[in-house]
């Protein structure tokens, strides 16, 4: 999802993952993953836990779009 549809969430609004609930997660940014994360429920909300992050070296650029 783009940031500005994250944004737009209301409480209500549904997510539909590709992945069951007990597959990792790839948590993207500019469509390149920097990372691994199953999804939680934390009380009556929820999240990603990060299980693994990439280096520095990877994550700058995948902010920079490279």
């Known amino acids: ?8 969430l209301v409480p209500g609004a549904i997510i539909e993952l590709e ?9 993207l940014v500019n469509n390149k993953c ?17 299980c693994s992050i990439g280096g520095a070296k990877e994550r700058i650029e995948a902010i920079s779009g490279r």
Not at 1 to 8: A, D, N, R, T
């Open 1 to 8: 999802m783009k940031l500005s549809e994250i944004v737009g």
């Open 19 to 27: 992945k069951s609930a007990d597959e990792e997660l790839d948590i």
């Open 34 to 50: 920097i990372g691994r994360g199953e999804a939680v429920k934390v009380g009556e909300n929820f999240g990603i836990w990060v």
